[in-house]
């Protein structure tokens, strides 16, 4: 036999496989140059002065100091967290009673499905108008009450600083539960049908079945949820711009809104750079833990 | 199911003609009875009768509200029906509504839409269908980092990336032009596209790949006659993921284009928020309608594919 | 080195630290049916791919035809593979299916149809020609997988577990189709498979694999009469062989396994070379290879009580304690025993395999 002759030569290493590594050319860019790159880029301008230009002039934690002691940022905050807080914990609970619901083998199951998720299809902007529409306090809700004879029934969340935030939650909980009770309905179909069975057969009682067996076994679908919930949270915008454009004010002010218009209408690069850069740093302490969790800790998914 | 119930008769010793005894006959037999309108029942569509009209609100008074003349809305009750039915606001709407100095209506916000985002669905789901197959049949080294990489960013808020894309656009010199945003739809909805073909074309028999390439098929070969053939149902997920959320855009058209090319939802923002002018009602919502027009008619239908694709597009937020 | 059909040298595999195959080596001759068999993870897929070329190696050399196809791609490799999923292009149709590769090779039309015809004929397929695969069961599926490889007019054909997917009755007929196909045909084939069945019917040589080492390359009846090891041992024949560990003891010129307090007498055992005594040592006999109440001449017996019996048709299984130890005893299905009946048993040692409980070698 020929021994150590190698019959054919080896082929070049950067052009085995030349076809896939041409294909993925574009995610190799995005993946590099936009999504690393420019996620570097703008953190380290984000210690410059920049203002209608980026310059490398650094100064230190200035745009941050600054950005902390604005009264628009600091509303801002607080605006995400509350309506953080109450998107979350509404979309959950929601979300999961009607998937719980629809899960009782209901007749006309698709019609409640597509009546549900429809506004998941429309536009933030949409959305926004609509319920901007419907919350006027001169034609809306509030003066059809009134009409009816409660004169001084008030709803009028969207001119009142102080709700105007659940003003813009409502709306957001009306676009979004579908998707969550879609997910959690996902999530319980997933689950084996003789648990069920076994549960029946044990005589335990159908709400402790959902609170001690099915919600423990439905963890994963959980966090998953909670992730989208939350990473969706964090970038929430046009639906203010829409329904508020901030307002009254600058009560309903949010930091996505915040960073968009300090980047391309203040000219203050700086200060866009540096609150964006607290965005980023929001998210990482949402995905973070949950990557650790679902990834990390020796168990491997494949 | 005969056979079922034949085997368990058997498996009882009993054939299914044998005599009934006395103690059977008393006690109950045969179907449990079933009521319609048990108490849970009427509990569980009760609820979901309040809900699914909670839901379907809003997209009526839309409607009914689009449908009335203004001293009609003024006078009214924004839930009654029109007493006088006017097609005018949606005609407003569509050809004259104005927005700053222009008073051409939502007709040129559609057809920019459509140019970005029939465009924007090819390009994107061409480069990322590829993509997703080199990852799942053509692995290389390095290839699992920068997808890695590529779906951490998905979570990254666009906030933190946008400026530097201007840069990028502004260099390439397609900033502000069609071009630049087909481009950021592409890159924005290349991890979740990206994720999708990939679990798709890794969740088909790795043999039938296998299979192919001992048949002496290659790279594009193995796409374009093999993989593209079998996986349509995940191309139409993929195109009503993105046919809808680049139809439901609003930041990255503000951000990336002149107003001459302004998407449908940013004219319809500046239409029903500008401060110029007597408030229109009836042509406001007439324009939301139109602009929502597009995605419900995608999401009615196409169904079920639509939650599939949302389900897998949901990480995009 | 004529006759050579398939040669593997010195053939390494590891994906990071995990090493699936360790310096194997393997000639296959022209015209040989080889099984590969093991249980799953043994690496006898994984060879089975670096042969048709579907994996890279990552040490030593794969010849094919005496020529050295270590980097050539798979169409280049003068191979035909049929798959456990049978991998039917699913949008084609039969024909289409078959004639693929030929039309990816750009081999000229008359000679694909000519060739798609003469595969069709020998496979009995030709009714089916224009339906989808998902109109076919899996027997006909199968035969296309079989077709598809033969139209390649290849000298050898690789078989990754093409029957596991189907049922029992479907799967021994379709065996009998493969020898038959491999005594006209005459091409090498190599056949993975982890049904000992199908291994000891189809092979000319079988190469029992663990752990991507090749336990032991034989003829199928040296395989299941003279394991080389204990695994072999212990992998092939179902029920498996009954084992008794002990130690050898060398008294009155005779030779003896001392387990569990019961002395077995080996003399007869055709040992490779002279017994030690004190070693110790597992003695293996196969179920059939005891006999029930009816001693064999010069040979110890031995009393057992008959713990559960498991009819079979043409066989009993006897499932017996021995001193305390489980054991089976195949005896011909007419014969049956009640549980908790003494029986006295005498073993042909002349067929028994006796390993070193150290090196579990065969002694």
Known sequence: ?302 | MPEIVAFNAIAAGIEPEAEKDPVALSGPWGRKPRRALSPRNIIIYGTLIVVALYYLLPLYVMVMTSLKGMPEIRLGNIFAPPLEITFEPWAKAWSSACTGLNCDGLSRGFWNSVRITVPSTIVSIAIASVNGYALANWRFKGADLFFTILIVGAFIPYQVMIYPIVIVLRELGVYGSLTGLIIVHTIFGMPILTLLFRNYFAGLPEELFKAARVDGAGFWTIYFRIMLPMSMPIFVVAMILQVTGIWNDFLFGVVFTRPEYYPMTVQLNNIVNSVQGVKEYNVNMAATILTGAVPLIVYFVSGRLFVRGIAAGAVKG | MENVSVSVKDLSLSFGAVTVLDTLNLDIKDGEFLVLLGSSGCGKSTLLNCIAGLLDVSEGQIFIKNKNVTWEEPKDRGIGMVFQSYALYPQMSVEKNLSFGLKVAKVEKAEIDKRVSRAAEILQIQPLLKRKPAELSGGQRQRVAIGRALVRDVDVFLFDEPLSNLDAKLRSELRVEIKRLHQSLKNTMIYVTHDQIEALTLADRIAVMKSGVIQQLADPMTIYNAPENLFVAGFIGSPSMNFFRGELQLRDERAFVHANGVDFDVSAYPSRGPFRDGQKVVLGVRPEHVRVDEALSRQLSHQAVVDIEEPMGADNLLWLKLAGQSMSVRIAGQRRYKPGTAVTLSFDMAVASIFDAVSENRL
Not at chain 1, 95 to 119: C, H, S, V, W
Not at chain 1, 251 to 266: H, I, L, N, W
């Open chain 1, 1 to 302: 036999m020929a021994g150590h002759t190698r019959g054919s030569g080896r082929p070049n290493q950067w052009l085995r496989n030349l076809n896939a590594k041409l294909a993925s050319i574009p995610m190799i860019l995005t993946a590099v140059v936009i999504f690393l790159g420019g996620t570097v880029w703008t953190v380290v301008y984000s210690f410059t002065n920049s203002k209608l230009l980026p310059r490398l002039s650094f100064v230190g934690l200035d745009q941050y100091e600054r950005l902390w002691a604005a009264p628009r940022w600091l509303i801002s905050v607080q605006n995400l967290v509350i309506y953080g807080f109450f998107s979350l914990i509404f979309s959950l609970v929601i979300g999961f009673l009607l998937a719980a619901l629809m899960d009782q083998k209901i007749r006309f199951e698709n019609t409640f499905r597509t009546i549900m998720l429809y506004p998941f299809a429309l536009s933030f902007i949409v959305t926004g108008l609509v319920w901007q529409w419907l919350l006027n306090p001169e034609y809306g809700i509030q003066s059809v009450v009134r009409s009816l004879g409660w004169t001084s029934f008030a709803f009028d969340p969207l001119y009142n600083s102080n709700i105007v935030i659940y003003g813009i939650l409502i709306a957001a909980l009306w676009q979004g539960t579908g998707l969550v009770m879609c997910l959690m309905l996902a999530g319980l179909r997933g689950i084996d049908e003789d648990i069920w069975k076994a549960a029946r057969v044990d005589g335990i009682p159908m709400w402790k079945t959902y609170l001690l067996v099915i919600i423990p076994m439905m963890r994963g679908v959980f966090i998953t949820t909670l992730v989208i919930i939350a990473s969706g949270i964090v970038k929430v915008y046009d639906l203010v711009v829409a329904q508020t454009s901030g307002g009254p004010g600058i009560a309903s002010e949010v930091p996505a809104k915040y960073v968009y218009d300090y980047m391309f209408q203040a000219q203050n690069l700086g200060q866009g750079f540096a609150a964006s850069t607290m965005m980023l740093v929001t998210v990482a302490i949402i995905i973070v833990p949950w990557a650790y969790l679902e990834f990390g800790g020796g168990r491997k998914r494949a």
